[in-house]
Each structure stands twice: as structure tokens, then as C-alpha cells.
T-cell receptor, first 116, second 113 residues
Framework: QQQVKQSPQSLIVQKGGISIINCAYE??????FPWYQQFPGKGPALLIA?????SEKKEGRFTISFNKSAKQFSLHIMDSQPGDSATYFC???????????????FGQGTILTVHP | DSGVTQTPKHLITATGQRVTLRCSPR?????VYWYQQSLDQGLQFLIH???????AKGNILERFSAQQFPDLHSELNLSSLELGDSALYFC????????????FGPGTRLTVL
């Protein structure tokens, strides 16, 4: 119930294209869904996050789409650039009040390569 | 730069040994989280401390322990090390116990030979 399943494992996109990464979860107590970007040799950095009260959130070229009934959420990177080449992780954490609050459960990661 | 610092950057040690990893959270952050990243297990939550108190525990082995000190820095102690403990260990921090945004440090790469 604590798993977050992420796909695809790797993704190759041409510059200017759209990158789409999908995640699915089972635990209905999850109510915070961040995406992290990690470059080689660096720690994960928060990219964008969403709560279940909205179905979409956009920040620049990055958009999260959230489907609460399907328990799925996805990251869309518009106009993908070679500098976006990194590993992307979706994550989820349960709502406040529980003993696991703050515990991020991560997906397995997607290695994105954007070709120039 | 997230503002979270971790030392050392790299650590190479032998099986059976004990090591200590150190983390200093961002200025003003009271929460510290520890995560382990390995190729087979991905990023796994280990433990969360808030203002010196343990708040949540994840898949942390009994050979591992952590604490957060009055100055808010945290240490992760790994003992009786095994080959399988080789991984990247990340510390993250956030403002409070119920704050969503966690800022990750650069990590400590542990190699157990």
C-alpha cells in the first residue's frame, strides 16, 4: 500500500518535444505529491508539487496532472531541453496527523534524455 | 545549492566497521530526514527528526541509528557495516514537522569493501 509505481524507467525525447512521466499509488492517505529532479552527483531537488484538491498545476514548462479517482499523477515537461536531462522521481506522503507524515515514498525514477 | 550540508562527501570503509554521517539543515529548518538511495531499492526513507525528537521511522535497520542535536544538526550512525549498505545517503530538511517541502543535501556516498 505504500508503493508508488513510476513509468517509464527511461525516456528519450527530442529537443522541443513533450516528456511525460507517470506515477500511480495505492495508499489513499497520500495527499501530497511532489516531483523531484536529480542530476548526477547531486541530491534530489523539488521541481513541482500538487495536492489532491486540484487536478492540474503548472509552473513554467512543468505541469502536474492529477487524477484522484484513478490514483495517478503525471509530470509533463513541455518544450523539453537538453538541460532537462536528469532523473525524475515522483513521490507521495500521507496527510498530517499520521505518524508517517513527512515520510516521502518515492517512485523508482525515470532517466530522461533530451537529444539536441 | 539547497542550503543543506552533508559530510563527508565520500566514505570508503570495510565490512564490520562503524561510520557516522553528518547533516546540517538549512537555517531555520527544524526537521531533518534521512534517506538511502541504492540502485536496487531506489530512494528509501529512513527516519525523521523534528527539533531533537524522533517523529517517524521507515525501513531503517537496527544496525543504524540517528539523532538530532540541540543545534539541530543530525548524525546517522551505521554499524556492523555490510556490503549491501553501500549506497548514497541523503539528508533533507524542512521548516516544521508538518511542512511539505523537503530540501535535500548533496549526499554522502558510502562504499563498503
Amino acid at each position: 500500500q505504500q508503493q508508488v509505481k513510476q513509468s517509464p524507467q527511461s525516456l528519450i525525447v527530442q529537443k522541443g518535444g513533450i516528456s511525460i512521466i507517470n506515477c500511480a499509488y495505492e495508499n489513499t492517505a497520500f495527499d501530497y505529491f511532489p516531483w523531484y529532479q536529480q542530476f548526477p552527483g547531486k541530491g534530489p531537488a523539488l521541481l513541482i508539487a500538487i495536492r489532491p484538491d486540484v487536478s492540474e498545476k503548472k509552473e513554467g514548462r512543468f505541469t502536474i496532472s492529477f487524477n484522484k479517482s484513478a490514483k495517478q499523477f503525471s509530470l509533463h515537461i513541455m518544450d523539453s531541453q537538453p538541460g532537462d536531462s536528469a532523473t525524475y522521481f515522483c513521490a507521495a506522503s500521507p496527510n498530517a496527523g499520521g505518524t508517517s507524515y513527512g515520510k516521502l515514498t518515492f517512485g523508482q525514477g525515470t532517466i530522461l534524455t533530451v537529444h539536441p | 545549492d539547497s542550503g543543506v550540508t552533508q559530510t563527508p562527501k565520500h566514505l570508503i570503509t570495510a565490512t564490520g566497521q562503524r561510520v557516522t554521517l553528518r547533516c546540517s539543515p538549512r537555517s531555520g529548518d527544524l526537521s531533518v530526514y534521512w534517506y538511502q538511495q541504492s540502485l536496487d531499492q531506489g530512494l528509501q526513507f529512513l527516519i525523521h527528526y523534528y527539533n531533537g525528537e524522533e517523529r517517524a521511522k521507515g525501513n531503517i535497520l537496527e544496525r543504524f541509528s540517528a539523532q538530532q542535536f540541540p543545534d539541530l544538526h543530525s548524525e546517522l550512525n551505521l554499524s556492523s557495516l555490510e556490503l549491501g549498505d553501500s549506497a548514497l545517503y541523503f539528508c533533507a530538511s524542512s521548516v516544521g514537522p508538518i511542512t511539505d517541502t523537503q530540501y535535500f543535501g548533496p549526499g554522502t556516498r558510502l562504499t563498503v569493501l
